[in-house]
C-alpha cells in the first residue's frame, strides 16, 4: 500500500515546479530585457545558465527555485551598476593635461634658471626671467665711456676742426708765415767731411701746409724730405712724410684709425695726440712758441711722437736759453731745442728757432750715435 501511494504523491509535483520555473525564468528574463541600458551585453547570457541546469537536472534546478529571488536582485546591480559613468571617464584625462601643461611650464623654467619648488607657480617663474637681466650690470656702460672719451679727444685732435678751441691737453700753436730758407750744410760721415746746400720750402694756405727740405751734395746727389698735412688749433696735423734719395720711404697718418702706416710694410703705430714727422717737428716747435713763448721757460721739457719712415717714438725735448750765436747769415737771437737720447741708438737733435723769423729754425744739428755729424746753417736772410 506503501508503495502505490508513493508515486502518486510525488507524481504532481514534478508539473507544478516546472510551471513554476518556467514563470520565474520568464519573469526573470523580462526584467532583465527591460532594466539594461543600451549598450550593455544581452541578458541571454545570464539566463543561459539556469537553463541548461533546469534541462539537466530538474532537482537541482528544484532547488534553484527557492534561491532564485536573491540571484535576480544581485543580477541587476551586477548588470547595471558597473556600467561607468561618463563624468568619471573625461576626469583623469583633464588632470593629465593639466599634468602635462605643468611639465611643459616646468621644462621651460628649468631652461631660464634652476627650478624652484613652486616651479609651475607664476611667482616662481618670474624671479628667474628677472635674474638674468639684472646680469647685465649698468655700471659698464660709465666704463665703456670713460675709455673711448680719450679717442674722442685723439680725433679732434688728428682730424681737426673749425672751432676756435685746442684739443684737450694740446697747447694752442700758430704755425708760421710761408718761407724760403737757405742753408749751408757741413759734416762727417765715417770721419770724412763733406759740404752741401739746403733749402726749406714753408707754405701754408687755406688751412692746410706743406714743407720740403733738400739738401744737395756735388757729385753725390741730392736728398729730400717732404711733409704734407692740415693746421688746426693745436698746430699742424700730418698726413703723409716722405724721405726719398735713391728710393722713396713714407709714413702715412690715418686720423680715422688713429693709426700711422709706413709704406716699407713696418708695423703700424698708434697716432697720439700733437703727433708730427721728422720734418713738421720743426715748424711745430715754432708755431708753439709762436701762440705762446712765455709758456716755454728754459729747462721745461716737450714731448712730441714724431714719425719717421719705420717707426713713431716719442721725442723728448728740453727747452734752453736764448741766446745770441753766429750764423753764415749774421748774429740772430735763437732758443735752442735739444732732443735728448733715451736709447743706445738715438740721436741727439738740437734746433735753434729764431723769435725775430717767426721762430723759423735758423740752425740744426745732427749727431749721430756712431759720431757722424750734419750741421745746416742759416746761409741768408730771408
Known amino acids: 500500500m506503501t508503495t502505490h501511494q508513493t508515486p502518486s504523491s510525488g507524481s504532481p509535483r514534478w508539473p507544478v515546479l516546472a510551471t513554476l520555473v518556467s514563470v520565474v525564468l520568464g519573469l526573470h528574463m523580462v526584467l532583465l530585457a527591460g532594466g539594461l541600458a543600451p549598450g550593455i551585453a544581452p541578458a541571454t547570457s545570464a539566463v543561459s545558465a539556469p537553463q541548461r541546469l533546469a534541462h539537466a537536472d530538474p532537482q537541482s534546478a528544484g532547488h534553484h ?79 665703456y665711456i670713460e675709455a673711448t672719451a680719450p679717442d674722442a679727444a685723439v680725433l679732434v685732435a688728428a682730424a681737426g676742426s673749425d672751432a676756435p678751441a685746442t684739443p684737450t691737453g694740446l697747447p694752442p700753436a700758430q704755425p708760421p708765415s710761408s718761407n724760403r730758407l737757405l742753408y749751408d750744410v757741413s759734416g762727417t760721415v765715417k770721419g770724412i767731411g763733406y759740404s752741401a746746400q739746403g733749402t726749406l720750402d714753408w707754405t701754408v694756405a687755406n688751412g692746410r701746409y706743406d714743407a720740403r727740405m733738400e739738401m744737395r751734395v756735388f757729385l753725390l746727389g741730392s736728398r729730400s724730405q717732404t711733409s704734407t698735412g692740415r693746421i688746426g688749433p693745436a698746430g699742424l696735423m700730418p698726413e703723409r712724410f716722405a724721405d726719398k734719395s735713391r728710393s722713396e720711404k713714407a709714413a702715412h697718418f ?60 716719442i721725442w723728448h725735448f728740453k727747452v734752453g736759453e736764448e741766446s745770441t750765436i753766429q750764423l753764415p747769415a749774421g748774429e740772430v737771437r735763437a732758443r735752442q731745442f735739444v732732443r735728448l737720447p733715451r736709447k743706445e741708438f738715438d740721436s741727439t737733435v738740437e734746433i735753434w728757432l729764431a723769435p725775430s723769423l717767426e721762430y723759423l729754425p735758423v740752425r740744426l744739428r745732427i749727431t749721430q750715435p756712431n759720431g757722424d755729424v750734419a750741421d745746416q746753417q742759416l746761409s741768408q736772410m730771408p
Not at 693709426?259 to 703700424?268: C, G, M, Y
Not at 712765455?294 to 717707426?311: L, P
Open 254 to 313: 690715418d686720423a680715422d684709425n688713429l693709426r700711422i702706416r709706413f709704406s716699407n710694410n713696418a708695423p703700424d703705430a698708434p697716432l697720439q695726440p700733437g703727433a708730427q714727422d721728422r720734418l713738421s717737428l720743426f715748424m711745430q716747435l715754432a708755431a708753439l712758441l709762436r701762440a705762446r713763448p712765455e709758456a716755454y721757460a728754459a729747462g721745461q721739457m716737450v714731448d712730441m711722437q714724431v714719425a719717421g719712415t719705420g717707426d713713431a717714438p
Open 65 to 143: 527555485h527557492a534561491t532564485a529571488p536573491r540571484p535576480v536582485h544581485v543580477s541587476n546591480v551586477r548588470w547595471i551598476t558597473p556600467a561607468p559613468p561618463p563624468v568619471p571617464v573625461t576626469a583623469p584625462l583633464r588632470q593629465r593635461r593639466t599634468s602635462d601643461r605643468a611639465t611643459t611650464v616646468a621644462a621651460t623654467d628649468i631652461a631660464v634658471a634652476p627650478p624652484s619648488a613652486d616651479a609651475a607657480a607664476p611667482q616662481a617663474i618670474e624671479p628667474p626671467v628677472d635674474a638674468p637681466l639684472a646680469s647685465h650690470s649698468p655700471e659698464r656702460v660709465p666704463e
